[in-house]
């Protein structure tokens, strides 16, 4: 009998393995008699669809370098290159690896063009089928090495942007400390408003972005993918840190306060994540303008984000109002939230990369949609202990209305 039911389980698995390897030994086959046959289509095309998009352009002593991605469905080859602004001319150039370039490949266009600070070009990729991929220059300027004097200034520029701002805004608690009781429902709403005008603003920025990366790689996917990894890992990381806790008190038998702060800090400490994410987007726009030499831009957001970015001092500080904890939580809520920026403006200023870019932005952007819930159901507790059995009270509607307000108002003085 043991020996009749062991063959019957095998024979289920193998039932269960040829089932789900059908149709994708089937799809294989198929695939594999287009690939050497063609789908009979072919013929028919004039000329083949070819999309040519531009990563980078890099301008240096020695000309102007153009990375590119073949982003079509079909391998081109680039024939001839013509620049100038008004009047474009014909130049000649050379090509890394290869003149044709592959489907989703890269290569670098160097144009030895003796370029002039300042002045705006258009650059143009013309394929051995006639079709011309263009790139505009708004202003040229050198681009920037990496040197660890010019690291240096791009890090202190991450510190004006988001070190000593949020750091600013964690001197609230002590205000947050002295207010009534009563209020600390007003401040979490405030809070509420704060995170999802920046979920929203992130949101934006990526649907912004996604348009500019070629069509084959996704954008809208990226964004999916990264909003949606991003709230399933800090949804796990939240319930494994609640189960643990929950596990310890019933070892420790820790009062309730323990508890409380324990918990406060948890969703303190997501929120700074969260912000440190969006900080470094925002590290990105003020080293891509720096990049490009829009000095002035940058210079104007450094200003603009400093006032912005104080009021997420308040996010980060308004759960830990009636706890009790060690002065270093808030230096590392501080660094976690502000320290990202100083990465971003590197990666702006002398990696930037769309794809990666968007990914990084998208995870900010479900990162602080994840602590938008996290802190809802926090509310939503703290009602419920309180016997309103609602969190749309007047107070907390105006909190949220508020920091709505506030995070438009401090968002006037960036134009990025």
């Known amino acids: 009998m043991g020996v009749e039911g062991a063959s019957s389980e095998k024979y289920s698995l193998l039932k269960l393995v040829l089932s789900g390897s059908v149709p994708l030994m089937l799809l ?26 531009f990563d980078r352009i890099i301008f240096s002593e020695t000309g102007i370098d153009a990375e590119v991605f073949n982003s079509g469905p079909e391998p081109l080859t680039i024939a001839h290159v013509q620049i100038g602004w008004f009047n474009r001319t014909s130049y000649q150039f050379t090509i890394k690896p290869n003149s044709t ?35 505009d220059v708004e202003i040229a300027t050198m681009t920037p090495k990496v040197t660890w004097s010019l690291m240096g200034n791009f890090a202190m520029l991450g510190v004006y942007v988001g070190v000593i701002p949020v750091f600013l805004g964690l001197l609230w608690i002590y205000f947050l400390r002295r207010i009534d009781r009563s209020w600390n429902d007003f401040f979490m709403a405030l809070t509420l408003g704060l995170l999802v005008f920046l979920g929203g603003d992130a949101l934006a920025e990526a649907i912004e972005l996604s348009a500019q990366v070629a069509d084959v790689l996704n954008g809208t996917g990226i964004i999916i993918i990264g909003i949606s990894m991003t709230m399933l890992i800090l949804t796990a990381i939240d319930k494994t840190v609640s189960k643990h806790r929950a596990r310890k008190n019933e070892e420790s ?17 997501i929120i ?80 930037f990369s769309r794809v990666w870019s968007l990914l990084l932005i998208s995870i900010g952007a479900g990162a602080i949609f994840q602590v938008v819930l996290l802190i809802y159901r926090q509310m939503r507790l703290s009602s419920i202990r309180s016997n309103i059995n609602t969190i749309v009270t007047y107070r907390n509607v105006v909190g949220f209305m508020s920091g709505l307000a506030v995070m438009y108002a401090t968002g006037l003085f960036v134009t990025a």
């Not at 690939?35 to 083949?48: E, F, Q, S």
Request: charged content about 10%.
């Open 28 to 53: 294989a086959g198929l695939v594999s008699f287009i690939i050497i046959n063609g789908t009979g289509l072919r013929d028919y095309v004039p000329a083949p669809l070819e999309e040519l998009s």
């Open 272 to 351: 700074a994540f969260s912000i440190g994410i969006h900080n470094l987007g925002e590290g990105l726009a003020i080293g891509g303008a720096y990049a490009i030499g829009e000095v002035s831009l940058g210079t104007f957001l450094v200003l603009g984000f400093m006032i912005h970015n104080i009021t997420e001092g308040v996010a980060i500080v308004a759960p830990l109002s009636r706890s009790k904890f060690s002065l270093w939580h808030l230096v590392l809520l501080g660094l976690l939230a502000g320290a990202p920026t100083i990465i971003g403006t590197w990666i702006g200023g002398f990696i």
């Open 101 to 135: 370039i592959p489907r989703l490949g890269k290569a670098t266009v160097h144009i030895p063009y003796p370029w002039i600070e300042g002045e705006p070009y258009e650059i143009v990729l013309i394929t051995s089928t006639g079709m011309a991929f263009t790139h």
């Open 253 to 269: 038998k820790e009062n309730a306060i323990s508890l409380e702060t324990k918990s406060v800090l948890t969703l303190a400490y």
